[in-house]
């Protein structure tokens, strides 16, 4: 009880004019409202962006300015009236409203024992709210029309269960430093709108992908082969599917071989400088020998001596995996994993089309642009097909909708083939006259560095042969288990691999 009375002896002692009210006010609301808002988000009675903003950011800055107030109230006290809190201690003993007259055995404990829970508490305060920017919901959502768009496609993606910050940031207090003041940078850019639409890619200062990608790939895990099915479905009334199947050589072969993985492997380095540093067209590539030379091949293509080249890199995952979280897809593949997928009832006639001329179309905003496709698919289908059961109708409506919304974002800029995924390669056959124009503003993907312009001082090319990554078992074969059974097996004796064949035949 002792300790209460002194608390409030000093309670009256800074309460010696206005300032000094205002900022014991703000400091104790600030202090009790903390711990009330993260008590109710413990037990889960609510949670979301903005009460973590309140809770972590604005309520621990209400409580340091409450205690900033206190000296400047002293000194405006002490300015105008030449009195002190020592001053003030003996005019309320003279007057009997304390009992002691011993200044320090009553004022200051009360100071060093409140000092102390500030200081606690801002170090709480300040340790919570690292917590909370480290949550991938705060990175996706805090600025919500900046980041929204790569929130959204960061949900769906393979990695959504991988942290933004295991990415994103380095390990160690240097890097944890330099990625709060790049925040803080990037809060000031969204407060003024001084950033980019859409915001520019590749990210030059992304962490090393063997601190990242590396945890948990690894090129000892990238042996043998995969088989993969690819469905395409026509722009005729059945939507006609077309299979392609590959035997994919994921392997990380090292010295002269092939496989995809082989660049990554352990003896095998790859570095190259690219136009701009955007990791697009390449100016030269090499390739590190056996004997530890690097042999370059040069762009015949590029005549332009003004190009400044930059710093060599060394190729990684992400030269080629550069959309392996925030993936935008392209609108023909999101339309047939949909479809594939059941999403989109692939029974409706034309839907493979009529959706891709819906979702191909330029709209000015997000709402307008679902109101559209809604209101256009739906007046083919009550015109054309007016017997057709309109729940699946709505359904697949909606499921166009929704990959429409996910991949494109007017505000930001966003629109089909804004972020280019290097992965594979850019595919001519089958494509729809209503979008041919779309290929070429897609990534070249592998033929970045595998063409035939990229030539050493012999004029030899780097290989472009399909082999090297892929055997192709069918392509764009709408009965593929026939076809391989018409066939000769060439790509089975060539390899010599019964085993897989046997799997082939049991894919159908």
Not at 453 to 459: F, I, M, R, T, W
Request: charged share 20%.
């Amino acid at each position: 009880m002792d300790f209460f009375r002194r608390y409030f002896l000093f309670i009256q002692l800074i309460f010696m004019n206005w300032i000094g009210k205002v900022g014991v006010i703000l400091a104790s609301t600030a202090f009790f409202s903390f711990f009330i808002l993260e008590g109710l988000t413990i037990i889960g009675v609510f949670r979301n962006t903005y009460t973590g903003i309140v809770t972590y950011f604005i309520i621990p800055m209400i409580f340091v300015f409450g205690l900033i107030l206190l000296p400047i109230g002293w000194q405006m006290q002490k300015r105008e009236t030449g009195t002190t809190l020592y001053n003030v201690f003996f005019e309320k003993y003279k007057s009997g409203d304390i009992g002691s007259h011993n200044f320090w055995e009553k004022v200051v404990p009360v100071v060093g024992i409140l000092t102390i829970i500030n200081v606690l508490f801002i170090v709480a305060a300040g340790a919570s709210a690292m917590h909370y920017m480290d949550e991938s919901e705060f990175c996706g959502t805090a600025c919500h029309t900046i980041m929204g768009p790569e929130w959204e496609v960061y949900s769906v993606s393979p990695h959504s269960r991988v942290a933004c910050v295991d990415c994103h940031i380095g390990e160690g207090v240097q890097a944890l430093a330099a990625a709060k003041i790049n925040g803080a940078w990037q809060a000031i850019a969204a407060m003024f709108d001084l950033y980019n639409k859409p915001i520019g890619t590749p990210i030059h200062n992304l962490r090393p992908a063997r601190e990242t990608c590396g945890k948990c790939h690894w090129p000892e895990k990238h042996y043998g082969s995969k088989l993969v099915k690819k469905t395409r479905y026509q722009d005729d009334e059945a939507n006609t599917p077309k299979y392609t199947t590959l035997n994919l050589k994921v392997d990380a072969v090292n010295g002269v071989g092939s496989g995809i993985h082989w660049h990554i492997a352990e003896n095998n380095e790859v570095r190259y400088a690219s136009i701009d540093d955007q990791r697009e067209d390449m100016i030269w590539v090499e390739v590190k020998r056996g004997d530890g030379e690097w042999h370059r091949y040069n762009n015949d293509h590029i005549q332009d001596s003004l190009i400044v080249e930059p710093e060599p890199r060394v190729m990684d995952c992400v030269d080629c995996h550069n959309r392996a979280t925030h993936i935008y897809e392209q609108p023909d593949k999101a339309m047939d994993l949909a479809m594939v997928t059941g999403l989109i009832d692939v029974t409706l006639p034309y839907i493979k089309r009529e959706g891709m001329a819906a979702i191909m179309t330029h709209y000015d905003d997000k709402d307008s642009g679902l109101a559209q496709i809604d209101e256009r698919l739906s007046a083919f289908y009550s015109i054309e097909y007016p017997e057709l059961d309109s729940a699946n109708i709505h359904a697949s409506i909606d499921a166009i909708k929704t990959l429409w919304s996910r991949n494109i974002h007017p505000s930001m800029k966003i629109e089909w083939n804004t972020y280019p995924n290097h992965l594979g390669h850019r595919v001519e056959f089958g494509c729809f006259s209503c979008h041919n124009f779309m290929q070429h503003e897609q990534s070249d993907g592998c033929f970045r560095c595998h063409n035939r312009h990229l030539v050493d001082e012999s004029g030899e090319s780097i290989s472009d042969e399909c082999t090297l990554c892929h055997s192709i078992l069918s392509l764009e074969e709408a009965d593929p288990l026939q076809y391989l059974l018409d066939s000769e097996f060439r790509t089975f004796e060539e390899h010599k691999n019964t085993y897989f064949r046997e799997e082939y035949l049991k894919h159908f």
